[in-house]
Structure formats: C-alpha cells, structure tokens
C-alpha cells in the first residue's frame, strides 16, 4: 500500500521551470505566435528573459535545486507553464492531458526531460481523459481536490484518482464555471491557492457554495485575493514553505494582505512571463520535491 502523499505548502526542495528564451524563442516568433496562444498582449522578448533569470535565482537563493527544461522540449508559448502538463502526486509524477488544444504536446515533451532526469512518469491510457496541473489542489496531502471544466474531465479527475489510490483519503470534485469561456483561463487554482497547512487565499465570487462551506468545515482560514487584483493574478501565489510565500510584484493589496497575515512575501516582476499569458508563479513552476 502507498503512503507517500504530498504537500503544496511543505518546503519546495526541487522545482521545474522552463526559461522565457527557449519557450518564446525570439521577437519575431512572438510577433507571428503570441495572439494565437492566447496571450493578452505581446511579450518583449529581452524583457522576459531578464524575468525569467530573476525568477528562477528567487527560487535557488530560497535553497530548491531548479531543473530548467532543456530547449528541445519547450514546443511553444505555454510551455513555459511547466505546472499544467505534469501532476505531482504522492504516488510520483502524472502526466496530463491537456484540454487547450495548442498545448496537447506539452505532457510527452515533460515527460521525457523528467525520463531523463531519471523521474519517470505515468501515462493516462484513457484517450478521452482530460486533465491540467493547474485543476489539481492538494488542500491536506490526503485530500486533494480537482476541478471539472473546458480544461479538466470526469475522466480526467478519474484517472487522477486511480493514480492516487490510497495516497489518497477523498477527491472531492469541484464543477467550474462557464465564467470568460472556454478560450479563457480558468483552473481550479484560480479560485485557491494553499498558504499554508491551515490558511488558503480564495476568490469566493466563482466559487460553487458546496466548496467554499466544505473549506469552512475542514477548519481553514480564508483569506479573500482583493478583487482589485484578482485579474492581474493576486489569487495566484505560490507556497515556497508553509510561512514564505512568492507572489507578482504589482499585486500590493495581496502582498499587504499576506504580510499581515504573518506571511513572508517574496515578489517578482513578470510582466511579460505572467501576465503576457495568465500564468503567475504557480503556473510558472512544477514542484518535484517538497518536504
């Protein structure tokens, strides 16, 4: 029987980032290519580079080993959101399958940078199953949740679950809106974002009633992402233990919010990497090891 489980909010130890260099490739690729990602605007080029080395020296001065992904396997924009097409699970590495079409690549090309880093993965052998990191939450290590949307399936969130098998105590599922639509971002961590073991930042306004009385009851403490910055990805921060935590530069109402809440706040600027693309620190980041 399994009794490894995992923990958003333990120490990160090793971490997967891709580089804004080898995912956006060049100025003029970006020109032809960022429209069609989805991206909100164009990125600079230089500028994100600059970013990208900024945010990956945060995370090697905190003390975590970062694996940068080698060029060959960033197929495009999105890849630089290493946290979507791999699930990190008590059990070891999931790969997913991704419900944005443009990324359906992503989980084989991660697959084989973590085979040879010699972290294997598992494969989901049912075709119609969907499933995206950034739906999968582990508010305790033996109770994740996972949400059901454009991105991630019944399926999906079955595949998780036998995976998971007795890592797990529950998979509590959580129905999504149909909010901006389908072209649009919304994961599950878009509405929650672990701080700590017993804290969780939340934007209850898209969240289903069930959900948020179920948080109630298992004992959390709520903390509301300001609705001012909800859009520019205040709600998504990630845990780098269970006291510090990273989050954009510009969200300074969160920032204040965590701070008072006995929290360190690391920030980064990330303009071009974040919020180019939707993607904040969680997106930009695959945690391998925490603990």
Avoid at 66 to 95: A, F, K, M, N, Q
Avoid at 128 to 135: H, K, R
Avoid at 256 to 281: C, H, K, M, W
Wanted: glycine fraction near 8%; include cysteine; proline fraction near 6%.
């Amino acid at each position: 029987m399994s009794t490894l489980r995992f923990s958003m909010t333990a120490p990160l130890k090793r971490v997967l980032v891709a580089h804004a260099r080898d995912c956006f490739r060049s100025q003029a690729w970006l020109s032809q290519h960022w429209s069609s990602f989805g991206f909100a605007f164009e990125p600079d080029y230089g500028a994100a580079c600059a970013e990208s080395d900024a945010f990956i020296d945060i995370l090697s001065r905190f003390g975590a080993q970062v694996d940068v992904l080698e060029p060959e396997y960033c197929t495009g924009l999105d890849s630089l959101y290493v946290h979507d097409p791999v699930i990190t699970c008590g059990p070891g590495l999931l790969l997913g399958r991704m419900g944005k079409a443009a990324r359906s690549t992503e989980p084989e090309a991660i697959g084989h940078a973590l085979a040879r880093k010699g972290l294997p993965t598992q494969v989901i052998a049912d075709q119609d199953a969907l499933i995206e990191g950034g739906d999968v939450v582990w508010l305790r290590p033996e109770l994740p949740a996972v949400g059901i949307g454009f991105r991630t399936n019944q399926a999906g969130a079955d595949a998780l679950e036998s995976f998971c098998t007795d890592a797990i105590d529950e998979l509590i599922r959580v129905p999504l809106p149909w909010d901006n639509g389908p072209s649009d971002v919304l994961h599950l961590m878009s509405l929650v974002s672990p701080l700590s073991q017993d804290c969780l930042l939340i934007h209850s306004r898209l969240m289903p009633v069930f959900f948020r009385q179920r948080l109630e009851r298992e004992g959390y403490r709520l903390l509301e992402v300001p609705p001012q910055e909800y859009d520019t990805l205040g709600g998504n921060v990630l845990a780098l233990d269970d006291e510090t935590c990273l989050i954009e530069a510009q969200n300074i109402r969160t920032k204040r919010l965590l701070a008072d809440e006995g929290f360190q706040v690391l920030t980064y600027s990330g303009r071009n990497i974040s919020l180019a693309g939707s993607g904040g620190p969680t997106c930009l980041t695959r945690p391998l090891v925490r603990g």
